[in-house]
Nanobody
Framework: QVQLVESGGGLVQAGGSLRLSCAASGGTISGRTVGWFRQAPGKEREFVAG???????VYADTAKGRFTITRDNAKDTVYLQMNSLKPEDTAVFYCATDSFWGRVGTSPSEYTYWGQGTQVTVSS
């Protein structure tokens, strides 16, 4: 059973950048779709970006032009590069994956395996 571990979160000023990593263990994410989601206090978990096994990507409107999702199959890791961060990006960020060769789903219910999350805090 694949396990996911996120890292790279932290405190950054508005306009700054962070790169989140999602590393797999106990199984591979090579061949699987991986999505990034975030959840702010009192809000529902929302889709941020996703990447298929082929490398094709999907972004939420709030992420387009600022965030970039990439994958390194040799390292079994997916990255989320976040630039021009805003205070409203403050949230716990989660990566998730599901079956092989799937499409990029934008609903949390479409993903089976989740990491524990990493906190991103953007100060104004």
């Amino acid at each position: 059973q694949v396990q996911l571990v996120e890292s790279g979160g932290g405190l950054v000023q508005a306009g700054g950048s962070l790169r989140l990593s999602c590393a797999a263990s106990g199984g591979t994410i090579s061949g699987r779709t991986v999505g990034w989601f975030r959840q702010a206090p009192g809000k529902e978990r929302e889709f941020v970006a996703g990447i298929r096994w082929s490398g094709s990507t999907v972004y939420a409107d709030t992420a387009k032009g600022r965030f970039t999702i990439t994958r390194d199959n040799a390292k079994d890791t997916v990255y989320l590069q976040m630039n021009s961060l805003k205070p409203e990006d403050t949230a716990v960020f989660y990566c998730a994956t599901d079956s092989f060769w799937g499409r990029v789903g934008t609903s949390p219910s479409e993903y089976t395996y989740w990491g524990q999350g990493t906190q991103v805090t953007v100060s104004s």
